[in-house]
């Protein structure tokens, strides 16, 4: 039950009586009227600016609707109270049965508690992580790996049917240093000492496994080919085993996708091709030349003469770009039309696309390559993962041996798990940098998030088991039993306010999924946490405020169903984001 969508619905109800009381004109609609929680809790529980976005059409000022939509709100026997603030908002306050009222209801719902259904089985081809195989994952990866993860189970929650995809950058330059980086330790593996890694090479030791399978599937005789025979013998042996590797670190952080797009079977299958000739003939290919952009270094896709050029700038972007050079190859930005052309074709109208901050530059161009290809019958979103920068002790993380140039996503959840990672990662809004504090993440203080809110789940199993020990039996402390639980008992201000920020759970969920900001949840659930933990520390200040009260079981039973709730909306929260929540802390 999402009380603000309902009450947002009442609301309309109320606005269409105005319509037939000819207080408000017949033709107009409430797109713009919103229903949220004030910015100050001690103005109510929901507010509204029906009054101040209607007022114009009305012919009135806006405090004088406000009064007359206020008005219809008379006789409604679940409104304490309301208040006409400001210039016209409306501030409503909902008597105390509303919000502790929920609790049934939410252990009713268990796990399909917040759950929406406004996607309505719409596809989304969520694409993120999609790092060039040449190497494990980092932990700039992480973070896009986790939001792109979080998204899509934020997505699913809101009735959206989503395919997390990666897009296989296995063509180009970076896989040719791959190949020769891999031919490198195939010497190595041979008995050639190979010395320092020469510069433009990769130096990882991950590498090391493929220059030794190279040896034993070819042996010596691989060095009597051809150097274009090598590098593609070497491509087909390490690509594979590179995204095994990727594969098996981001199942570390219980990340997985459902399709793998291979850069190169765009190519190969003429893709690119054929995406390049359907824009020829709308007229939206022609040859010229790009002057570069002054002040700055020339992109990788500018040289000095005719090109075959998209009109980007058609479609919104700042300028019109290249899609094949001089010499007739490819640049970068033909296989990606290519790429999400045959998402379209697999019935993809709606794309997301998670990048790093230093493709921010790409979007406009990619989006208006969508547009074009689709005849805009597509629309990309894109959303930009800033920096994750590392610490320990206040000083930054030095670099890995293992890659040779950064730390892995790999060594990160080797040494604080998978959940504090998740967790961390959408402590931060995804465009703003984020500082990952080794030392932070392993405190079990409340300024470590993750563990504050794990710590209430595991509080909250606490109270339950003690709650046994206290004479109550586990039949007794089921979900089912608890629903029948008396919560008109719950009245003290602390309860009441730990009700409230779980009747918040849709209205978050819906709100995150709807700005495709996965964080948000992250942040809900601090204060979720916040709100538990509040009442359990008034409780050991005032033995009245007590979980337990040996002396009234039916208080117990009230509050024990609140937790019961409680741990049902933690765990739901938790799900959304990919953390699995803990039982017991250690």
């Keep these: 039950m999402n009380l603000f969508a309902t009450f947002e619905a009442r609301l309309h109800g109320v606005l269409s009586d105005l319509q037939a009381d000819g207080v408000l004109p017949a033709d107009i609609g409430f797109d713009n009227v919103t229903v949220e929680p004030p910015r100050d809790a001690a103005h109510g529980d929901i507010a509204t600016n029906a009054a101040m976005v209607l007022c114009k059409q009305a012919g009135m000022p806006p405090r004088d609707l406000a009064a007359q939509i206020v008005e219809k709100f008379a006789q409604a026997d679940d409104i304490a109270g309301t208040d006409i603030a400001g210039p016209g908002f409306i501030n409503f306050t909902f008597k105390t049965d509303v919000w ?17 259904d406004v996607g309505q089985g719409t596809a989304v081809n969520l694409e993120y992580v999609s790092a060039n195989p040449t190497g494990p994952m980092h932990v700039g990866h992480a973070r896009g790996a986790v939001f792109g993860d979080a998204l899509a189970r934020l997505l699913e929650a809101a009735g959206f049917k989503v395919l997390r995809e990666y897009y296989i950058n296995d063509a180009g330059s ?48 691989l060095f009597d080919k051809d150097e274009a025979a090598q590098i593609e013998i070497a491509k087909h042996v390490a690509l594979p085993m590179m995204m095994d590797m990727i594969r098996a670190d981001l199942a570390a952080l219980g990340v997985h996708h459902g399709h793998f797009l291979s850069e190169q079977s765009l190519h190969d299958d003429g893709s690119v091709g054929r995406v390049f000739d359907a824009l020829k003939e709308q007229g939206l290919i022609y040859q010229g030349v790009l002057e570069p952009p002054r002040g700055k270094e020339p992109p990788p896709d ?39 052309f045959d998402k379209f074709q697999r019935g993809y109208t709606r794309m997301i696309n998670v990048w790093g901050a230093d493709h921010i530059g790409y979007i406009k161009r ?54 504090a990672v998740r967790f961390m990662m959408l402590t931060r809004r995804n465009d703003a940098a984020l500082d990952f504090d ?50 008109h008992l719950l009245c003290a201000p602390e309860e009441v306010k730990l009700a409230k920020v779980l009747g918040v759970y849709p209205r978050s969920l819906l709100a995150a999924a709807t700005a495709l900001e996965p964080h948000r949840m992250a942040f809900y659930l601090q204060d979720l946490a916040a709100a538990f933990h509040g009442l359990w520390t008034r409780g050991k200040e005032t033995p009245g405020l007590r979980f337990i009260q040996e002396d009234n079981r039916e208080v117990t039973r009230a509050r024990l169903a609140l937790l019961q709730a409680t741990a049902i909306v933690l765990g739901n929260g938790l799900d959304v984001i990919g953390v699995e929540p803990e039982t017991e802390m250690r």
């Design 438 to 487: 080794f030392d932070l993440v392993k405190q079990q203080s409340r300024d470590n998030p993750v563990f504050y809110v794990q710590y209430a789940y595991a509080r909250i199993h606490s109270v339950l088991r003690n709650a046994v020990e206290a004479g109550f039996t586990t039949e007794e402390l089921t979900v089912d039993a608890l629903n029948g639980a008396d919560t």
């Design 302 to 340: 500018w040289e000095p003469q005719p090109q075959w050029l998209f009109r980007s700038e058609k479609f919104g972007d700042d300028s019109d770009r290249a899609l094949k050079k001089s010499d007739g190859s490819w640049t970068y930005f033909a296989p990606d039309i290519a790429c999400h």
């Design 366 to 419: 990619m989006q208006a390559a969508v547009a074009a290809i689709t005849k805009s019958d597509a629309h990309l979103d894109v959303k930009v993962c800033n920096l994750v920068k590392l610490q320990r002790g206040g000083e930054p993380v030095k670099m890995s041996k293992r890659s040779g140039d950064f730390i892995t996503l790999r060594e990160v959840v080797d040494e604080v798990g998978c959940n």
């Design 100 to 116: 502790t009222g929920l609790v049934p209801v939410i252990l009713r719902a268990g796990g399909a508690y917040g759950v929406a």
């Design 174 to 221: 970076q896989v040719d240093v791959l190949a020769r980086s891999a031919l490198l330790r195939t010497r190595e593996a041979l008995g050639e000492d190979i010395g320092d890694i020469p510069a433009g090479l990769y130096p990882g030791d991950y590498l090391v496994p493929v220059g030794e399978a190279l040896a034993v599937s070819e042996g010596a005789a």
